[in-house]
């Protein structure tokens, strides 16, 4: 039989860390040698880091990736390596995947379809490759063929996909299959997004049995470079059978995903269609494989994603694997986070406490600290108790303003998670603050004539507390911010903005307390619950920056969450004008809220989104999970000054006055 032991290896990278990516990928050659793997396809740009930016122009990236390859070619003997990096040709840079043979580079194939939507701006570094052409890349004494390559090595085809190649409907893998390939490659640098396994999955299975190939996907792994998260896919499918799939938000530094691929399969497969050949002019590499016996490929979901709540275990697993890969690739000693007793900051605490439960589950307690073995403080701990102590620190900041049920769902949550937590009263220095600002203005203030002033400064007077307890432990301070108060601008800059990172600001509010609740009843793989939320899950969400009497509540400020989640959705993802957001919200939420109720929500949100771009573009960064994102350096781009959708709400108040439901009618007012 001919078959033939192939591998993913998965790696989490940062960019131009040379020393730990190159560590990361010898390790991961060397695991493979110890395994038998003969092919070992590694992620795209995996030795300079994929998010390098606009340090890819730099002479020395494209020098030093150079560099690090040649000492990783030592690590090649007896096996085949694809690895990704930048190359310069002709004063353009490329995106290539290296394929190294016993020892040796045999070339250099490039990407030829650049990701340039989303988070991706890869035409601002580098170049399409053209299809067909093929040129040389000097290194040293050696020159080594550069572009639409194809590898015969030992007898068995290789060609590449790189990422975005498989994404378009004109695929490479079409020219690869005339030409009569065996298996392709695909490094890839594909983002974490809800979901997005599955379209990931469909494109490797068709790939394969479209093409009659073995298909090999590596992903990148972790919080690479800030923003983006990496999940690790890893997928080997071979003739539309999918063989194996790899473990999704793992805190190692790398790990195989191996299975064992049968040649003479994907030749009948090939030969039972009647598609034209073509000659592959491919490059010859001598290469023996090691004579294997069969093997029983598994290929089965993790426990987590068959348990019918993908999107919130994924939301979970995601963000705290990005929380801790921010924490330990910044050096920091812990987070802070300031603590109301509100959905987002309980949110974010229970984030950092699910961060360090799966770590330590994953890589052991001894594992756990020498992955952040720069903390000392860690160091002595015992227990993920210990550590939740060490690395966690909530503040509570109460006014006179501030009830005795936020305080108890605060407190209730630390305790249960084992926070370190401190409880102040900052009420005196909103008092200083007003004192100071009433004898230069020389008036009181009042909540009748400066009820907006006196809320922010509230907020704003947390924030000192919240930066200095970060300061004194060297810590990340965790901006509490969600998007669906991004998106209005129901924010108070240098207060609840303040932090270096911003972990839930991709997430709408109506979604975040769903999660809330079952991350308390049902937990994180049917397990992991957090019954210190119970007290929380059951308040209203509040700012508490209004007096008490007053019984402020987010959404009669604002708009319900679910319309303001809708309406968000309908008019900045999917670009609809006001009137037809009208048209949509009357269809989803017929016999819910009254049409002036959608009327009036719609406008106050176009005029609310057009007057806060200023504040978006100052929140700190954010984590990217779907296509909802606001994040104006990642994702979405608006005009700090713009007409306002002045306009375009005048026309869908017309169209209100003249139709119910799309219905003509007399004229009223609102």
């Known amino acids: 039989m001919n078959l033939i032991k192939v591998a993913v290896g998965v790696v989490n990278q940062t960019p131009l860390a040379w020393e730990s990516n190159k560590n990361n990928i010898i390790a991961c050659i060397e695991e493979a040698k110890k395994q038998e793997i003969s092919l070992l396809c590694l992620p795209e740009l995996c030795i300079t880091g994929y998010g390098c930016e606009d340090m890819f122009y730099a002479q020395s990236t494209c020098d030093s990736a150079l560099e690090a390859l040649e000492d990783i070619v030592l690590h090649t003997s007896s096996i085949a390596v694809c690895v990704g990096l930048p190359i310069r040709i002709n004063n353009h840079i490329y995106n290539a995947a290296c394929l190294i043979v016993n020892k040796q580079i045999r070339g250099f194939a490039c990407k030829k379809t650049l990701a340039n939507n989303g988070i991706h701006y890869e035409t601002r570094w580098f170049q399409h490759w053209p299809v067909g052409e093929k040129t040389e890349l000097r290194i040293g004494e050696f020159t080594y063929p550069v572009g639409d390559l ?42 974490f997004a809800f979901f997005k396994t599955q379209t990931r999955e469909r494109l490797v299975q068709d790939g394969s049995r479209a093409f009659g190939v073995a298909y090999i996907y590596a992903n990148l792994l972790g919080n690479e470079a800030g923003r983006a998260i990496f999940d690790g896919d ?156 060490a690395l966690i620190t909530n503040i509570y900041q109460g006014t006179q303003n501030s009830s005795s049920d936020t305080r108890h769902s605060a407190t209730s949550l630390a305790k249960d998670l084992n926070t370190t937590f401190y409880d102040i009263d900052i009420n005196g220095l909103v008092e200083t603050y007003k004192g ?195 994040d104006p350096r990642s994702w979405l781009r608006f005009p700090i000054l713009s007409g306002g959708f002045n306009k375009e709400i005048e026309e869908m108040l017309e169209y209100a006055n003249n139709t119910v439901k799309g219905k003509r009618r007399g004229k009223i007012g609102f």
């Open 150 to 191: 194809l590898f015969e090595v030992g007898g068995v085809k290789i060609g590449f996909e790189i990422c975005e190649d498989a994404w378009v409907a004109n695929r490479p893998g079409r020219e690869l299959y005339l030409k009569g390939c065996d298996v392709i490659l695909n490094p890839t640098a594909s983002h």
């Open 436 to 630: 100071l600002i009433q004898g230069a203005i020389g008036r009181d203030l009042s909540w009748q004539t400066d009820d907006l002033a006196l809320q922010n400064i509230q907020a704003r007077v947390r924030s000192p507390s919240a930066w200095l307890l970060a300061n004194i432990n060297n810590a990340l301070l965790l901006s509490t911010s969600n998007r669906s108060e991004a998106s209005v601008g129901y924010a108070t800059m240098d207060g609840d903005t303040s932090g270096s990172i911003s972990p839930i600001a991709g997430i709408d509010k109506h979604w975040l307390r769903h999660w809330l609740r079952w991350l308390e009843n049902t937990g994180l793989g049917g397990t992991h619950k957090i019954k210190g939320l119970n007290a929380m899950n059951n308040l209203q969400p509040t700012a508490e920056l209004r007096p008490l009497e007053a019984k402020q509540i987010d959404e009669e400020d604002l708009m319900p969450y679910d319309l303001l989640n809708a309406i968000e959705t309908s008019a900045i993802r999917d670009k609809k004008s006001p009137t037809d957001c009208l048209k949509i919200m009357e269809m989803e939420f017929e016999g819910v809220y009254t049409r002036e109720k959608l009327i009036t929500s719609i406008e106050r949100f176009f005029r609310l989104f057009a007057r806060n771009q200023w504040k978006r573009e100052r929140y700190a960064p954010s984590f990217h999970v779907d296509d909802r994102n606001l």
């Open 234 to 389: 890893a997928m080997i499918a071979q003739a539309g059978e999918m063989l194996v799939s790899g473990t999704r938000f793992s805190y190692k530094d790398y790990y195989l995903t191996s299975a064992v691929i049968d040649l003479d399969k994907i030749r009948l497969e090939q030969s039972l269609n009647l598609f034209q050949f073509k000659a592959s002019n491919a490059i010859q590499v001598l290469f023996d494989y090691p004579e294997i016996p069969p093997f029983k490929n598994h290929y089965a979901l993790e426990h987590w994603e068959a348990n019918g709540f993908q999107k919130e275990e994924e939301f979970a697993r995601a963000i705290a694997l990005a929380l801790f890969d921010y924490l330990r690739k910044s050096r920091s000693n812990g987070w802070v986070i300031s603590l109301s007793g509100g959905a987002d900051s309980s949110a974010i605490t229970a984030l950092c406490y699910l961060a360090i439960e799966m770590a330590v589950t994953e890589l052991g307690l001894d594992g756990f600290k020498q992955k952040l073995k720069y903390i000392k403080a860690i160091q002595h701990c015992n227990s993920v108790a210990e550590l939740s102590a």
